[in-house]
């Protein structure tokens, strides 16, 4: 029997520090009040991407997306299948879509904000929340090549690079023919990310060794991918040979932290010494572009030559706990809460 | 009678802080044995421009040229009449010359390293170290219009805008129909950038309530054009629109602070929140393009449209106590190190 009601996770309280037990506030809906109006579909959620930005979102500072508001689902990326569609609409039932669908089990959206899911060869569901997501994959491809602009033979650097966006830098890399270098939490995810994802040589930051070793194994760099900002930026601006960028994807390390108590970086200046480009982005920026992005993303799925691994949390309630797992370096590959069975759709 | 001897100044210790009586040495050589080799010149020097990258350049680390070394005469770029020619030289006795000359009375170069002076109508020697000068008008002129490529319409707030680059940036920046908001350290100047500069709105950074009037009056910025670094950069960093550009010239608060003791920078994050564009350059990367910039910077000072303003010092032994007035803010235009008359040029 189908569910009479259903769990959605409403922001109650912007957290200082990691997300706790106030932070959500869980709200059961009927389901049978769900309905299509013009131009809306209703979306049963299949999987949900827990990403640090939405860190970001609970913040009420401004950024590149509003703050979500007290009283409001929590924003987030999810992949689920359109179970009702108004007038007005150009999807179907049974079709797939991914879009900003929030921690729920429905959503009730305009079709136009979401996007349909071909799910071509050699590629499942979830992968459009990794390789094919937009808070993974599409963010790694255009950060390294529309602004990195990493090119065949360049030395890039790419840091929590087993992360969801760290490891699909470190394999777009790799098929660019650049030399990768990683930056990783720990030795068992610094073993995946050369064994497994094929980076040159990669370090785990909390051995105070590796600095000596980068210097010694990698000198210079042409490019850093950044994630997580603090120390490491710190080391990497002076790591950049002249003419280096960095491709300001986030900044992991502040978003648990209250406005000025996080570390700062203190080699700005050589921004100006070695003549870096340092330029932030977000992956709208190039949504024209995406319809690039998922052929070649596709291509290099359907040959088999890109690893992803989940880490796949079950049950909405877990939300808030599996966020955390991002900042404390918990997981391993991307972060997906599953809230359904992909195939069992129905209202 | 003319002098038996001349004199150049030696780095002798690097300073730690501001420069000292033991920074440089004074050392006296023969004017005699002065003598132009192949492809050599002997200039006289008429004026020397005293720059904050040359703090930069006494410090032992990676910089964008190599630093100088203890017992080389210390590096200055200046203006002066070649008075001997050496065989294979393009230049003849008389022309004026700028260059990487030193801060010395006498400099024995390269023809092929200096540029000839073209002393277009409208323009006196000294402002081939001013508005044409490449530690002032070029570095303005290429940092605004190649780096942060401001647009008609644009607001662009300038950091020491009554500085040798700032006080330009201000004035070809209202040339290019932009907005100008300009920040200095004391309110003289900032009239001065005000009523004879142009800007169309200057704070004194000096007065805690500069940044309260700065969200009253400004609000965001499309461009910063950074000179200086620290608390001003924090705060530009949040008051930059979605796709703002830095264009990093320099970072002046960090040049006499001694590594690891510098403020550092707390709103890094914002580059990838707002995407920033964070770029950081140097004059001679544009070498190439010169000429169009002698050309519009010469027809503005032509026209007559283009203030500017000298802080000249007389004698090189004058030289450390000077450069100091950077860092102190003491200097009001572009310091200028006058060691001989121009026009008074023989051996």
Redesign the interface.
Known sequence: MAPSSYTRLILQERPKGMINAKTFRRDEAPVSELSAGPGQVVVKMVYISLDPTQR?WMRDE???LPPVQIGEVMRAIGVGAVVKVGPNTNLSPGDYVTGFLGLQEYAVVPAQQVHKIDLVPGTELIDFLGPLGVSGGLTAYFGLFEVAKIKKGETIVVSTAAGSVGSLVVQFAKQAGARVVGITGDDDKARYVKNELGADIVYNYKKPSWKDQFDDQVGQADVYF?NV?SDI?DFMLTRLK?FGRIA????IS?YNVEE?Q?V???N???????????????VT?YASKFPDAYKEIGSWLESGSLEREYHVVEGLENAGDSLNLLFTGENKGKLILKVAEPGGEKV
């Open positions: 970001i401004p950024s590149y950044e900002g930026t002249t300001v994807c986030g900044v502040e000025g996080n700062g970086i203190r700005y200046i050589q921004i100006c010494l070695r003549r870096l480009r340092v330029q932030g982005f977000i920026d």
